[in-house]
Nanobody, 128 residues
Protein backbone atom coordinates (compact mmCIF):
# COMPACT_ATOMS: atom_id res chain seq x y z
CA UNK A 1 0.00 0.00 0.00
CA UNK A 2 1.32 3.41 -0.98
CA UNK A 3 1.44 6.13 1.64
CA UNK A 4 1.33 9.74 0.49
CA UNK A 5 2.50 12.76 2.45
CA UNK A 6 1.79 16.30 1.31
CA UNK A 7 3.83 19.30 2.35
CA UNK A 8 4.40 22.90 1.35
CA UNK A 9 1.09 24.45 2.31
CA UNK A 10 0.86 27.71 4.18
CA UNK A 11 -0.34 31.29 4.19
CA UNK A 12 0.42 33.48 1.19
CA UNK A 13 -0.81 36.80 -0.11
CA UNK A 14 -2.87 37.03 -3.26
CA UNK A 15 -0.60 37.01 -6.30
CA UNK A 16 2.01 34.94 -4.51
CA UNK A 17 3.30 31.44 -5.13
CA UNK A 18 3.56 28.13 -3.32
CA UNK A 19 4.84 24.70 -4.30
CA UNK A 20 3.19 21.65 -2.81
CA UNK A 21 4.95 18.29 -2.65
CA UNK A 22 3.49 14.82 -2.51
CA UNK A 23 6.00 12.21 -1.40
CA UNK A 24 5.26 8.51 -1.78
CA UNK A 25 6.53 5.70 0.39
CA UNK A 26 6.83 3.18 -2.41
CA UNK A 27 8.96 3.17 -5.54
CA UNK A 28 6.09 1.64 -7.52
CA UNK A 29 4.58 5.10 -7.28
CA UNK A 30 6.24 5.95 -10.57
CA UNK A 31 3.72 3.97 -12.56
CA UNK A 32 0.74 5.50 -10.80
CA UNK A 33 -1.31 8.44 -11.95
CA UNK A 34 -1.19 11.23 -9.39
CA UNK A 35 -3.77 13.92 -8.90
CA UNK A 36 -4.20 17.00 -6.76
CA UNK A 37 -7.61 17.82 -5.38
CA UNK A 38 -8.80 20.50 -3.00
CA UNK A 39 -11.68 20.90 -0.61
CA UNK A 40 -13.25 23.70 1.39
CA UNK A 41 -15.73 23.24 4.24
CA UNK A 42 -19.16 22.22 3.06
CA UNK A 43 -18.06 21.56 -0.51
CA UNK A 44 -17.16 18.45 -2.44
CA UNK A 45 -13.58 17.61 -3.23
CA UNK A 46 -12.58 19.45 -6.40
CA UNK A 47 -10.14 18.35 -9.09
CA UNK A 48 -7.12 20.60 -9.54
CA UNK A 49 -4.52 18.81 -11.66
CA UNK A 50 -3.27 15.35 -12.51
CA UNK A 51 -0.46 13.58 -14.28
CA UNK A 52 -0.56 10.10 -15.75
CA UNK A 53 1.57 7.85 -17.90
CA UNK A 54 0.01 7.17 -21.31
CA UNK A 55 2.43 4.41 -22.29
CA UNK A 56 4.43 6.83 -24.36
CA UNK A 57 4.73 9.95 -22.29
CA UNK A 58 3.28 11.68 -19.24
CA UNK A 59 0.06 13.56 -19.82
CA UNK A 60 -1.29 16.32 -17.61
CA UNK A 61 -4.73 17.76 -17.06
CA UNK A 62 -5.83 20.89 -15.23
CA UNK A 63 -9.05 22.33 -13.95
CA UNK A 64 -10.08 25.40 -15.93
CA UNK A 65 -9.83 27.51 -12.78
CA UNK A 66 -6.08 26.86 -12.44
CA UNK A 67 -4.91 26.58 -16.05
CA UNK A 68 -1.99 28.84 -16.74
CA UNK A 69 -1.35 29.35 -13.02
CA UNK A 70 -0.62 25.85 -11.68
CA UNK A 71 1.86 23.28 -12.97
CA UNK A 72 2.02 19.62 -11.97
CA UNK A 73 5.26 17.70 -12.36
CA UNK A 74 6.92 14.61 -10.98
CA UNK A 75 10.38 13.43 -10.03
CA UNK A 76 10.27 9.64 -10.08
CA UNK A 77 13.77 9.39 -8.65
CA UNK A 78 12.43 11.07 -5.52
CA UNK A 79 8.99 9.43 -5.62
CA UNK A 80 7.54 12.92 -5.49
CA UNK A 81 4.94 14.90 -7.39
CA UNK A 82 4.85 18.68 -7.22
CA UNK A 83 2.15 21.28 -7.70
CA UNK A 84 3.60 24.68 -8.46
CA UNK A 85 1.01 27.35 -7.79
CA UNK A 86 1.41 30.94 -8.89
CA UNK A 87 -0.80 34.01 -9.17
CA UNK A 88 -2.72 32.64 -6.22
CA UNK A 89 -6.18 33.97 -5.50
CA UNK A 90 -8.24 33.94 -2.30
CA UNK A 91 -10.56 31.42 -3.95
CA UNK A 92 -7.63 28.98 -4.11
CA UNK A 93 -7.84 28.69 -0.33
CA UNK A 94 -8.52 25.05 0.56
CA UNK A 95 -7.07 21.86 1.93
CA UNK A 96 -5.08 20.30 -0.88
CA UNK A 97 -4.85 16.54 -1.19
CA UNK A 98 -2.72 14.39 -3.44
CA UNK A 99 -3.96 11.02 -4.58
CA UNK A 100 -2.54 8.12 -6.55
CA UNK A 101 -3.96 5.23 -8.48
CA UNK A 102 -2.99 2.60 -11.03
CA UNK A 103 -5.96 2.27 -13.32
CA UNK A 104 -6.44 5.89 -14.28
CA UNK A 105 -6.50 7.20 -17.82
CA UNK A 106 -6.50 10.59 -19.44
CA UNK A 107 -10.29 10.40 -19.47
CA UNK A 108 -10.70 9.52 -15.78
CA UNK A 109 -7.86 11.44 -14.18
CA UNK A 110 -10.17 14.18 -12.90
CA UNK A 111 -12.45 11.71 -11.07
CA UNK A 112 -11.54 11.42 -7.37
CA UNK A 113 -13.36 8.10 -7.16
CA UNK A 114 -10.74 6.51 -9.40
CA UNK A 115 -7.87 7.12 -6.99
CA UNK A 116 -6.89 4.43 -4.49
CA UNK A 117 -4.49 6.23 -2.18
CA UNK A 118 -4.82 9.63 -0.53
CA UNK A 119 -2.62 11.85 1.57
CA UNK A 120 -3.74 13.64 4.71
CA UNK A 121 -3.95 17.06 3.08
CA UNK A 122 -2.15 20.36 3.48
CA UNK A 123 -3.81 23.72 4.09
CA UNK A 124 -3.31 26.54 1.62
CA UNK A 125 -4.62 29.95 2.65
CA UNK A 126 -4.48 32.92 0.29
CA UNK A 127 -5.14 36.29 1.87
CA UNK A 128 -6.54 39.22 -0.08
Amino acid sequence: QVQLVESGGGLVQAGGSLTLSCAASDGTFRRYAVGWFRQTPGKEREFVAAITWTGITYSTKYADSVKGRFTISRDNAKNTVYLQMSSLKPQDTAVYYCAAGERITIVTMDDPGRYEYWGQGTQVTVSS
